[in-house]
């Protein structure tokens, strides 16, 4: 296996740019998956990574060496430790990076959606990737505002749920609104109706604003609903992730 | 109105440890409110605060100002504004810190509660006890490895929902959940019924566990019943903060 030692070799210095710049990873429509979990569900979703990196303990980690088997063909290479180091957020890593493409989302014929306006939070911005899979949505749009969902702090929060996911970015949410085949649920923190008295039943999304502001005027005018989550105690709001949860689980319990 | 300009100041010097400890906030039994948005909400719920801190910005605000109104006899005092910049860590901080006590949970008579068992992310506690508020819990029992609730960090993700809920904190949750009045839920990637099964309706308390391990077999066998949150897609779990949110919202739909 090859090793790099120098920080000035040139695939290096490519992977440090990915690892740091949402631009670097759109121009290149490649991102990095830290840590076997991700690597994991990437090849679970019947993908195969285009480079794997390695530290010198992954290299000797029985769980890696069982996950490298199921990347076949995939080059590798060992980054020195210290170098390894520079490309990773996780406090306990485990020492294994995989380069990926990022997947291009399918024509859009959502049955299940999830419209996000300018969610900003990559934290939020995961759990809510991660809930919408979990829920078996099959599109996210997200408006140009949101983290960039190909973040390494994403991917971490969204634990694999990218890759059961067709993810827009960029999306005019206005027109996908008026586009999408389905009722489009808007949540307001006054909404014509309660998510429970929704009939979320057949083809439907919801849209879910920005963490402080809420969702626009603009995208609630487009929306076909309004709804409000009730809330019986003392504080008014949810958490946005919170909230998509709450929502996406209401039409999964209907829908049973 | 008293400036202090002094790191050496005795007064800024206790403001700072309690900042940034833990166990400091602990043997003081006090903490600090970050920001005119969780204030305000400490004086809606009919509280004091001990002091306020102001930087030279937060002097010339008029909702600031407005806020300063309702903090009737409370001292004030203004921080050079490094000084203030060192206690915050805000990215467009209010200019404004309210030194309040910790308050003590009311005795122990829960209708609907939650128990939290090694939650570690501030994010995700601070989202849980604004999701427990929103939909009417009284209680929130913390075990001993949670983060702490009092912290910079969970209260802004809060955003004041500590102030209508009893925080037990560093709680023996097996022994909560035999004394509790009501049924004990459990969530679990195995139980035995599912989340929308269950009869939430009478007096009832959530046990969700750490974010990467899960609720402990102990707390599991201590619980009532053990259930598992639906997941139709092709991510099997959740957040722990979005599967609280989910399972506090089936209760406020079934209880409406």
């Known amino acids: 296996m090859k090793l790099i030692q120098s920080r000035d070799n040139p695939f ?3 992977i440090v740019k990915l690892a740091g710049s949402a631009r670097q990873r759109a121009k290149a429509g ?30 000797k ?16 290479t060992q980054l ?29 014929d959502s049955r299940f959606a999830l419209l996000l ?48 996911l067709s993810i827009y970015e ?15 649920f808007a949540a307001s923190l006054n909404g014509d109706a309660g998510l429970y008295d929704c009939d979320l039943e057949g083809d439907i999304a919801f849209a879910i604003g920005n963490e402080g502001a809420g969702l626009s005027q603009a995208l609630q005018a487009a929306a076909s609903r309004r709804f409000t989550i009730p809330m019986p105690g003392k504080v008014e709001s949810l958490n946005a992730a919170a909230a998509a949860a709450v929502c996406l689980f209401e039409a999964v319990r209907q829908r049973r």
């Open 12 to 14: 290096f210095k490519d």
């Open 30 to 59: 490649q991102t990095l998956l830290d840590g076997t979990h991700l690597l994991s569900a990437y090849l679970d979703a019947g993908k195969q990574p285009l480079h794997i990196l390695l530290n010198s303990v992954a290299l």
């Open 61 to 76: 980690d029985d769980e890696v060496e069982a996950l490298l088997k199921r990347a076949v063909g995939v080059p590798m």
């Open 80 to 108: 020195d430790d210290k170098l390894f180091a520079e490309l990773t957020e996780l406090k306990t890593p485990t020492g294994l990076l995989a380069l990926v493409e990022i997947p291009q989302p399918l024509p859009a």
């Open 117 to 164: 306006e300018d969610i900003q939070d990559p934290g939020n911005l995961g759990s809510m990737l991660r809930s919408a899979a979990a829920a078996g949505c099959d599109a996210v749009y997200l408006s140009k505002g949101c983290a960039d969902a190909w973040s390494p702090r994403v991917l971490r929060a969204a634990m694999g749920g990218h890759f059961a």
């Open 170 to 184: 960029s999306a005019d949410l206005i027109s996908v609104a008026a586009t999408l085949p389905g009722t489009v």
